[in-house]
């Protein structure tokens, strides 16, 4: 074979990789790894001397879950201003799995038990109270609620285009006292949630897909970002030495999906203090 027919071949090959649907999921794991890995590292977890290890997709047989957990620090000022004080976030996560022949993760699918599903965690350094709880340790329900508001408002669906974001929550149940991760004393929060569908017709090119893939609903025609109630479950504790308020939580549209994921990934998660305990 000619030197040029080999190259002819080399160039097909990429060609219809590149083409092929599989191509947005290994863009995906290759842009979301350095990116990632570079947030950490400059993270509060990593200013406070603590370190969280949370199990990603590949941690269980099943194909539910994005293959690792990924970290975002968002700009200061952009939190503070809904909080009112000056305060530092960092956010992990981790999203569906994407449907390798589609393109996409399955976070848009209707039919999938993680639809508009997310699991994580959220840091919170306050250097002036602890964020989220009352001076006598009972929760402070409507400040704790800021974080997941302000990330799924404002830094998920706005980045899909979404203009009008809504997220309205009714709290089911709050339990104190609970053990978790081999830590006592952290506070439960469930509750029911409306906000909107990822699900929209794709109208232009939106950074977020670089992560999540774009909807593979090719000839969707229904409304944007429709309403759908999800469920939220939350996991706080305060730590004072350290002045960070740290929730783990899990957000989605299928109960079981979500019991499964807090007992086979989140609840074998690891947190690592620098300081004694």
Same mark, same amino acid.
């Given at each position: ?20 649907? +599989? ?24 200013? *406070? ?21 990924? $970290? ?21 996560? #981790? +999203? ?8 996409? /993760?399955?976070?848009? &699918? &209707? ?19 602890? +964020?989220?709880? *009352? ?27 979404? $203009?009008?974001?809504?997220? &309205?929550?009714?709290?089911? &149940? ?22 909107? /569908? ?61 019991? +499964? ?13 620098? #300081?004694?305990?």
């Amino acid at each position: 074979m000619k030197k040029w027919q080999k190259l002819l071949i080399i160039i097909l090959i990429i060609t219809v990789f590149v083409i092929s649907p +599989f191509f947005q999921y290994a863009k995906s794991v290759a842009v979301m790894a350095v990116y990632s890995a570079s947030e950490y590292n400059q993270s509060v977890m990593k200013n *406070n001397d603590i370190e969280i290890k949370i199990p990603g997709g590949l941690s269980t047989m099943d194909k539910d879950w994005y293959p690792f957990v990924m $970290t975002f620090n968002p700009t200061p000022s952009s939190f503070s201003r809904r909080v009112g004080r000056d305060v530092e976030i960092s956010i992990m996560y #981790n +999203f569906g799995a994407f449907e390798y022949l589609k393109g996409a /993760s399955s976070y848009y &699918d &209707d039919q999938s038990p993680y639809y508009n599903s997310f699991y994580g965690a959220y840091v919170i350094h306050d250097e002036n109270q602890s +964020f989220g709880f *009352n001076a006598d340790g009972t929760l402070n329900e409507a400040e704790l609620s800021i974080v997941p508001d302000y990330d799924m408002r404002i830094l998920v669906l706005r980045s899909l285009g979404c $203009t009008t974001p809504t997220f &309205d929550y009714t709290v089911d &149940d709050i339990s104190y006292g609970n053990s978790y991760l081999g830590i006592d004393d952290w506070t439960i929060m469930t509750s029911t949630i409306e906000t909107q /569908s990822p699900i929209h017709a794709v109208k232009k090119d939106y950074q977020a897909y670089i992560q999540y893939g774009k909807p593979y609903q090719k000839d969707y025609n229904g409304e944007d970002f429709p309403l759908m109630t999800v469920y939220g479950r939350v996991y706080a504790k305060y730590f004072a030495a350290e002045k960070l308020t740290v929730c783990f939580y899990i957000i989605g549209s299928d109960l079981e999906a979500m019991d +499964f994921c807090d007992s086979e990934i989140l609840q074998k998660s690891e947190l690592i203090r620098g #300081n004694p305990m």
